[in-house]
C-alpha cells in the first residue's frame, strides 16, 4: 500500500494543503452571479437535472449575489472563527464560472484574490466552456497563487450524460482535461455516485478513464435531490432510486480503488444545503458518512489505487 498522509487509505486534501503552505487553509465559495450554457437557452432551459435554480448556492431567485471582495471578507471572518484557518482559496463554486465576457471573468477574479491571506484560486466550470483565451487567464494566475480548475465531469458513460442532461459527452472532457495537460492549472474532477442505472464497475470504469487524463483531484458527490430541481420532481413520481448509506460507502470505495492512488482526494460525499436538501436524509450528517468510508477501507484491508489499472478497457 502507498504511503497516504495522516495513516489513512486515500490521499486527503488537508494533509497536502498544510504540507504545501504550512498553515491551515480552506476555501471561500463564491457566487459570481454567473449564468449556464445549460440554462439560458445556448444548450438548454432546463440545467442538469440534479441542480436547483440557485446552483447550489443557496441564493433566493432574482436575488443579485454581494461582491466578490463582501464574499471574501465574509468567507474570512466565518472560517477563521470555525476553523482557525490562516490562508484561503477563492473558489468560484456556483454555475459557470469560465461562461461569460472575458472582461468580466479577468474582473472577478483579480478581485478575488486582493487580499493577501487569499493564496489561491478555484474555478468551477463545465467540460465545453473552455476555451485558450480564458486558460491563458487563469494559467496566468499560477504565477503567485495555487491555480485550479474544478471539472464537472461527473460520468463518462453517455447514458447516464443524457440522463443528466449535461448537454455534451465524453468527448468534450477529454477534450478539456487534455487541453490542461500542459498548463500550469491543476484539475480537480468531479464525479457523480449513484447515478439510477451505472453499476460499481460503470463508476469504476469512470475513476479508470479520467485517472489516465492526468487529473490532480477529484470531488465525490452522491447523487441527491436538491428542492426546485428537475430530478426533485422525478423523485417524487417515485423515479429515482438513491443510494442507502451503506451501499453509497461501498460505491465510494470500489470507486477509489481505481482511482489513481496519485489523485488528491477534496471530497468524499456530497455537502448540500440543508434546506435545499429534499433526499436521502442521511446525507445530513457529512462526518459520519466520512468516518464509515475510511472504516471501511480499513476493515476491507483495502486502498486508493489497489485495483488502479485492472479493469479491462472498453469503449465508453
Known amino acids: 500500500m502507498p504511503r497516504f498522509p495522516e495513516n489513512l487509505r486515500y490521499r486527503k486534501f488537508s494533509p497536502y494543503l498544510k ?8 476555501k471561500i465559495s463564491l457566487d459570481a452571479g454567473l449564468s449556464c ?15 436547483d435554480p440557485s446552483g447550489g448556492s443557496g441564493r433566493k431567485r432574482g436575488s443579485r449575489p454581494e461582491s466578490i471582495s463582501r464574499q471574501i471578507s465574509s468567507g474570512m471572518q466565518g472560517l477563521r472563527r470555525k476553523y482557525k484557518a490562516d490562508k484561503f482559496i477563492a473558489y468560484f463554486q456556483t454555475f459557470t464560472n469560465t461562461y461569460g465576457p472575458l472582461k468580466k471573468l479577468k474582473k472577478l477574479y483579480k478581485e478575488a484574490v486582493q487580499h493577501p491571506d487569499v493564496i489561491g484560486l478555484s474555478i468551477a466550470t ?13 494559467e496566468s494566475y499560477s504565477e503567485n497563487y495555487s491555480t485550479w480548475i474544478e471539472l464537472g465531469v461527473q460520468s463518462v458513460h453517455k447514458k447516464s450524460l443524457e440522463y443528466m442532461n449535461r448537454g455534451h459527452g465524453l468527448s468534450e472532457t477529454k477534450d478539456a482535461l487534455m487541453s490542461l495537460r500542459n498548463r500550469r492549472i491543476n484539475v480537480c474532477a468531479h464525479f457523480i455516485l449513484g447515478l439510477p ?18 487529473i490532480q483531484a477529484a470531488k465525490l458527490h452522491m447523487l ?6 428537475p430530478l426533485e420532481k422525478e423523485y417524487k413520481k417515485g423515479k429515482v432510486p438513491l443510494l442507502s448509506k451503506k451501499q453509497y ?8 480503488e ?17 434546506d435545499l436538501l429534499i433526499a436521502p436524509e442521511w446525507l445530513k450528517n457529512k462526518s459520519e458518512v466520512i468516518r464509515e468510508i475510511e ?17 479491462p478497457k472498453k469503449k465508453v
Request: glycine residues 8%; neutral net charge; proline residues 3%.
Open 19 to 26: 504540507n504545501k503552505f504550512g498553515c491551515r487553509v480552506y
Open 37 to 51: 450554457p445549460n440554462r439560458d437557452g445556448t444548450l438548454s432551459t432546463q440545467g442538469c437535472v440534479f441542480c
Open 126 to 138: 463545465r467540460p465545453d466552456c473552455l476555451n485558450k483565451d480564458i486558460l491563458d487567464v487563469i
Open 197 to 214: 442505472g451505472e453499476s460499481l464497475e460503470d463508476m469504476a470504469e469512470t475513476a479508470r478513464v479520467i485517472s489516465g487524463l492526468g
Open 224 to 229: 441527491y435531490v436538491a428542492r426546485n430541481s
Open 249 to 256: 460507502v461501498k460505491a465510494a470505495v470500489h470507486f477509489l
Open 258 to 274: 481505481h482511482l489513481s492512488p496519485d489523485v488528491i482526494i477534496q471530497r468524499l460525499v456530497s455537502e448540500a444545503h440543508t
Open 295 to 311: 472504516k471501511e477501507l480499513e476493515v476491507s484491508d483495502t486502498w486508493q489505487g489497489k485495483k488502479y489499472g485492472t479493469l
